[in-house]
């Protein structure tokens, strides 16, 4: 069965220093990969993804992920991290088997602490 | 960007009556929307595929009779949630993609809290 898992519930960080957010996957076929964004009270926001390529993908507000097929994981990273980047992450891959659907890691709270 | 409007954001309303949420893809058409239900600190629940100009596909466990999707035109999804009731209170997020860009990522609407008193 297809599965994403975000095995962190929560991330801490102190601002300035580098930050992991993990996901592992498990898919048939090659997978499409992706990281969102959640705000307090808002949806999500498209962050980068991972079809096919260069194993490190970069995406929006400085976050880069690396897709290591042997380890089946997606981790999402970003040099040095900024308060405003506390939020909810989650990492997604695409359903080979249902057209378009995603599905969802449980999500990872990051907080980056001044 | 290509982005999504859902309106409203917020919403109160009394039991019993119904409620509709609207998704529009401001920049882009989409053939498929997907409606989200999403409980506190908890991940997002796909409740239905919203098809242009077809029947929504519901995902196991959701009342199509509670919840009904119209998915009219390219630009606009609705769902309304019919005799509501306190447990219906939620957060409710659309989706869509760019059916004219490969592989598209989804594009979220904002999502709508909806307190049911």
């Known amino acids: 069965a297809q599965s994403v898992a975000q095995p962190e519930d929560q991330v801490n960080v102190a601002e300035g220093n580098p930050l992991t957010v993990k996901c592992t996957y498990s898919v048939s076929g090659n997978p499409y990969l992706f990281w969102y964004v959640q705000y307090p009270n808002r949806g999500l926001q498209f962050l980068l993804k991972?079809?096919?390529?260069d194993n490190l993908v970069k995406g929006s507000y400085g976050f880069e992920a690396e897709f290591n097929k042997s380890q089946t994981s997606f981790h999402l990273k970003k040099p040095s991290a900024l308060v405003s980047d506390s939020a909810l992450y989650f990492c997604a891959v695409r359903d080979p088997d249902s057209n378009y659907q995603l599905i969802w890691g449980a999500g990872t709270k990051l907080i980056i602490k001044p | 960007g290509a982005v999504v409007s859902q309106h409203p954001s917020r919403v109160i309303c009394k039991s019993g009556t119904s409620v509709k949420i609207e998704c529009r893809s401001l920049d882009f058409q989409a053939t498929t929307m997907f409606w989200y239900r999403q409980f506190p600190k908890q991940s997002l629940m796909l409740m239905a595929t919203?098809?242009?100009?077809?029947?929504?596909?519901?995902e196991q466990g959701v009342e199509k009779d509670k919840f009904l999707i119209n998915h009219a035109s390219l630009t606009l999804s609705t769902l309304t949630v019919t005799s509501a009731h306190p447990e219906d209170s939620s957060f409710y997020i659309c989706?869509?993609?760019?059916?004219?860009?490969?592989?598209?990522?989804?594009?979220f609407g904002n999502g709508t809290r909806l307190t049911v008193t």
């Open positions: 919203s098809n242009e100009g077809s029947k929504a596909t519901y």
């Open positions: 991972y079809i096919t390529g």
């Open positions: 989706s869509a993609r760019d059916h004219e860009v490969s592989v598209s990522p989804l594009h």
